[in-house]
């Protein structure tokens, strides 16, 4: 959605997916490579509030933060799911003041639900299996709460039902849903009412609606800017599916261990590994630094993309690409093509894993500045090029690996 809004409305930005496992290393990640703005998604939500500067009231009520923002230097915190929300039901035609409500699920997104419902004048009702939580959520939105087993009840006489747990829970049986109910299912994948609303006349709005709705004011407060609300839905609905999993590029720069993790990786997956350098360095018959010496940096970039065309058409296979791959606008043509993993580590840790390799680009009287530039050059075509960065600092080969083969399913 907000790359195709970049695109429209000819920005120089780029939005990208890391995988971080906690908090405190998106927070980090942020920090190091300077980025403006952050969607935090489950189960960070909660963790990242404690490394924020500035917490919005509402995230703060919430306790929940799904939208980050560099205000002149300091972390601010939002949260814009209970908007996705409300403005869903808007966009359906409902009116959500008097509307009686039971909200399945006091989690961070039930906690959401009912804070946007309970402000714009809904009769909110909580429940969850932990009637602590339920009882919590309540009390924090000064609205009801019920016990968990009365949720059948509840469900028959609600106007609106929201289906906050995730469906493998299974809490709300879709036979206790009757003609004339609304069913908001904040999941957007595999919702348990997918196919009955027409049959059972009831109607369905689900997750997908949540997430373009929480992502239209998470766009203002990225850019400052009205989005175009229509374009935003038919990226989210109509991508182009790509059968590019069984080609996998590693990207990022020198010393982010490329090579070791796609040794790693082709060995989990029991794919192929190819490194273009290694290839150009046989066809060549001499070595990277000396082929930069001898004929120059634009002849060593002219045969990494003819390489690179020629092994991104095999099959089951993860591909080491060198570190200025991604500064060609043919290379980032082919690797648009496969599945590319951005593999992250800052210039310090890059310098200091290269001491004692013969890295051209590093000849200088100062090679951590000379970093520092090279991969302000570079970010911003290895997050345009990527389906995932993956932070590679202060983890081993075998970890790396892991995360990615444990990723690639959701990419």
Known sequence: MFNRLFKLKGRDAVY??????????????FKKLNLKGLNVTAP????????LDILDPAAKKIGAVNTVVDENGLLKGYNT???GVTASLSDHGFDTAGMKTIVAGAGGAGRAAAYGLVTSGADVTVTDISVEMAAKTASDFKCCYIPFSDLRKYVEN?????????SVHKAIDPEWIGRGHVIYDVNYKDSLFSGKAGKKGFTLITGLDM????AVPAFRLFLGEEPVKEEMWSALTCRETKNKKNIITLTGFMGAGKTSAGVALSKYLGYEHIDTDFIIEKEAGCSIPEIFSNRGEPAFRKAETEVLERVAKTQNVVISCGGGAVLSERNREILEKTTTIWLYSSPETSVSRSKGENRPLLQTDNPLERAFG????????YASSSDLMVNTE?????EVAGIIAGEIGAI
């Open 81 to 83: 799911d209970h908007t």
């Open 211 to 214: 997430l373009l709705n929480q």
């Open 394 to 398: 202060e983890k081993c080969t075998e």
């Open 374 to 381: 090279l991969m302000e050059e570079r970010k911003a075509f």
């Open 158 to 166: 609600s106007e609106l039902v929201v289906h906050a747990v995730d």
């Open 44 to 51: 960070h939500k909660r963790e990242i509030i404690p490394l």
């Open 16 to 29: 990208f997916r890391i995988a971080s496992g906690s908090a405190s290393e998106a927070v980090t990640l």
